[in-house]
């Protein structure tokens, strides 16, 4: 008898962690007839924390060095725990006036509470999905105004994001092209090693809606960079204010990243707390190699 009283209590537990079509149709007030994904989130608010990132800050310079880097981030949020590889690569086609890099989140490891799955309202299929692989990012960067450098550094650059990624049904990436353009700059201050930087762009991706095909947004960011005696710590904060209202579209975070050079390595540690729409501390540790070309 105490056997099957556990039992049904794990029954139980299991019937109340999981979701009918049922409890779907009934959550999202389904028409009968849209497909699941017009239901789907997709704003930074409502995804994971690697689906529509933040772009990194730039300090106004063309990063001239060839490098890969691999890394893990761990994301922290009630209701969501992330785990992810990163890898992240430059190269410079142009000394000091045009470079290329790749962002990309190869695999991802999340475990979702049931009221965050119902907030996102994920379709049942995806309910215990736990796995799944991020999107690509690529930047092309230009000098710009090379004139001027002996006042300010200023740089322009083009990112695109492909829909890569591989759990839109989990609410984890948006499964769609997106795309930005910025100009940072970076302004030396006397030579401590201390710069003041900072980034002004638009951002724009591709969302389910049926009112709107599609998101913008400016992408701004200021902070200060320290680079000296093979140590390089960046802080600062950054986001990007879509023009939806309260449609969850407007994250801001702030960044605490440092370097350590050890010949041709690098060692990276990295600190990000979500201030408004991104529901996430992060932390993250990783390694550089630098290749001779």
Known sequence: MRFIISLLFVLSTVCVQSQTLAQWSQLVQ????????????????????????VPRVGNGLIDSSFFISAGG????????NTQNYTVYANYCLVKELISMDIYWVPYEYYQLSHAMKEERQIYPQFYYDK????????????????????????????????????????????DAPGYYFDISFGKPIGRSGLTWTGMLGFYSWHIES?????????????????????????????GYIGYLEESGDKPVVFRLHAEKRIKRFSVLFGYQQGLNDFDYSTGELGVKYFIKR
């Open 131 to 174: 796995k799944g692989e991020g999107e690509l990012h690529l930047n092309t960067n230009f000098q710009i105004l090379k004139r001027w450098k002996k006042y300010i550094n200023l740089k322009a650059r083009i990112g695109y994001r492909f829909p890569s990624g591989s759990g839109f049904g989990a609410a984890r990436d948006i």
């Open 73 to 80: 981030s761990f994301h922290f949020s009630k209701g969501d």
């Open 30 to 53: 389904w028409d009968g007839v849209s497909h699941w994904s017009r239901y789907i989130k997709t704003f930074p608010a409502f995804q994971g924390p690697n689906a529509l990132p």
């Open 210 to 238: 049926d009112k709107n095909n599609q998101d913008d947004a400016i992408l701004f960011g200021t902070g200060l960079l320290w680079d000296k005696n093979s140590w390089r710590v960046e802080a600062n904060v950054a």
